[in-house]
C-alpha cells in the first residue's frame, strides 16, 4: 500500500502512455485548493502498474504458494506477505524516477513512519500531491493463485493531513492476473470525466477498450448481494445483518432455491469492479462497525478496510456506482494507513432505495449508527 503527493496536468486518449491530451479538472472539485491539474500523471501511472503488474506477474509463474505467502513482517495497517515486497520495490524505484519530475509525499505501509516525500529534499507542506497506492489489494486470493488482485492508486491535491479521499481527482487501478489468465482490465478516472477503461492480453500485449456498466437491476433477486466477513471473529454477526437484510429485500425463502447470492472477494478494489462491472448489486463492508462487538468477546480490533484500499472509489463512482458510509453520505476518510473504513456500494439509484432502509433500520437496532432524527 503506497501513498504519494505530485503535480500537474493532460487527458487520456485511446493510449495514455503515448498520448495525453489535456485533463480538464473543475477547479469548485477541489474544495478550494489550487486548481492543479492531474493529467500529467496518468502516463507514468500506467506504466508504474503495467510495471507492477508484470512483476507480480512473473513471480507467480516462478516461484511456489508456498514462497509467496511466507510473512515477510507485521505491519501497523497489516501482515506484509513476500509477495508484498516484489510490489514494494518496483513502487520505490518508479517514485524515485518520479520524483525527477514531480514532488509528492509518499505514504504508505513499510515506510518508517508510514510517509515520505519525494524527493526528500523537499518539505511536506510544499508538495503539490498525495498519492496514495496500494501495490497489491487482494494480496492473499493472488498468493494462493485464487482470484486477481489489483494495483490501485488515488492522486489528490496536497491539502496536508485534512487531505481525504473526497480529494482525489485521478484513480487509476489495474488488475493483477492468475499466472493462468492471460486477459486484465485497467480502469482510471480523472473527476468529473467519467470512466476509461481497456482489456490487456499479456501475451500478444494488445490492448482494447473495454465499457463497463453497473447493473441495472431494481433489486438483489437472483444477483450478487454481500455483506464482507472475511476473517473470524465476528462473521456470525455480520452474517445475522446480512440474513436480516435479505430477507427484508426477498420476503422469503422458496424450498429448494436460491434468491441471491453472495461473492466474498477479499478486494476492496476488486469489488469496486465487480459493481462497476454489472456482477454484483449491493455490498457492505461493515468492518469497523463491529469492533464493540470483538472487544465483548476479548477479542482485538478487526482487520478493516483502509484508505488505500478504497483509494479509488472514485472510479466506480464516476462509472455510476454509488458508494456511501453506512449512514448514508459521501464516503470520506483521511488519507492515512491506519484508519478504518466501513463503507457500502450501491450499482444504481433503485437498487440504493430498496435496501439501504433494511440496511439502516438493522444498523441502529445494533447500535451500530446513531439513531435517525425525527423528520
Known amino acids: 500500500m503506497i501513498f504519494l503527493r505530485f ?12 498520448s495525453h491530451p489535456h485533463l480538464s479538472t473543475d477547479p469548485g472539485l477541489l474544495r478550494g485548493h489550487h486548481a492543479a491539474d492531474p ?32 510473512v515477510d513482517r507485521d505491519d501497523e495497517g497489516d501482515t506484509i506477505y513476500a509477495i508484498d515486497v516484489i510490489s514494494e520495490a518496483v513502487i520505490e524505484r518508479l517514485a524515485d524516477v518520479l520524483g525527477r519530475e ?12 508510514g510517509q515520505r516525500c519525494v524527493p526528500d529534499t ?7 500531491w498525495r498519492i496514495i ?9 493472488l498468493m494462493y493463485q485464487k482470484r486477481s488482485a489489483w494495483i490501485l492508486t488515488g492522486v489528490a491535491p496536497n491539502r496536508g493531513p485534512a487531505t481525504s479521499l473526497r480529494d482525489i481527482v485521478l484513480a487509476v487501478q489495474t488488475e493483477i492476473p492468475l499466472a493462468k489468465q492471460h486477459l486484465a482490465d485497467q480502469l482510471w478516472a480523472v473527476r468529473g470525466g467519467g470512466v476509461e477503461a481497456q482489456r490487456f492480453n499479456r501475451l500478444t500485449g494488445e490492448r482494447v477498450p473495454l465499457r463497463l456498466r453497473p447493473s441495472n437491476a431494481s433489486g438483489i433477486a437472483h444477483g450478487f448481494s454481500t455483506v464482507a466477513r472475511f476473517f473470524p471473529g465476528a462473521r456470525d454477526v455480520l452474517g445475522a445483518l446480512d440474513e436480516a437484510i435479505v430477507s427484508g429485500a426477498l420476503g ?39 469492533s464493540a462487538a470483538l472487544e465483548e468477546r476479548g477479542l482485538p480490533r478487526p482487520l478493516a478496510c483502509h484508505p488505500y484500499d478504497i483509494c479509488c ?3 466506480a ?14 464516503l470520506d476518510a483521511p488519507l492515512t494507513v491506519n484508519a478504518d473504513v466501513a463503507w457500502v456500494g450501491y450499482a444504481n439509484a433503485k437498487i440504493r432505495a430498496a435496501i439501504e432502509p433494511l440496511l439502516q433500520r438493522e444498523l441502529r437496532a445494533r447500535g451500530w449508527i446513531a439513531a435517525a432524527e425525527p423528520a
Open 252 to 290: 422469503g425463502h422458496p424450498s429448494g432455491k436460491a434468491q441471491c447470492f453472495e461473492d466474498q472477494y477479499a478486494s476492496t478494489g476488486g469489488q469496486l469492479y465487480e459493481l462497476l462491472a454489472g456482477h454484483d448489486r449491493f455490498i457492505a463492508d461493515l468492518r469497523p462497525l463491529t
Open 313 to 315: 472509489a472514485l472510479i
Open 317 to 330: 463512482e464516476e462509472g455510476g456506482v454509488i458508494v456511501t458510509d453506512p449512514s448514508g453520505r459521501p
Open 133 to 141: 497506492v496500494d501495490p497489491i489489494d487482494g494480496t492473499r486470493g
Open 39 to 70: 493529467g500529467p500523471l496518468l502516463a507514468p501511472m500506467l506504466e508504474w502498474h503495467d510495471r507492477v503488474r508484470d512483476a507480480v506477474v512473473a513471480a507467480t509463474e516462478r516461484q511456489a504458494v508456498d514462497t509467496l505467502a511466507a
Open 102 to 113: 514531480q514532488s509528492f509525499v509518499l505514504v504508505a505501509e513499510g515506510l518508517p513512519g
Open 122 to 128: 523537499i518539505d511536506e507542506d510544499a508538495a503539490t
Open 7 to 18: 503535480t500537474t496536468a493532460p487527458r487520456p486518449m485511446t493510449d495514455p502512455r503515448r
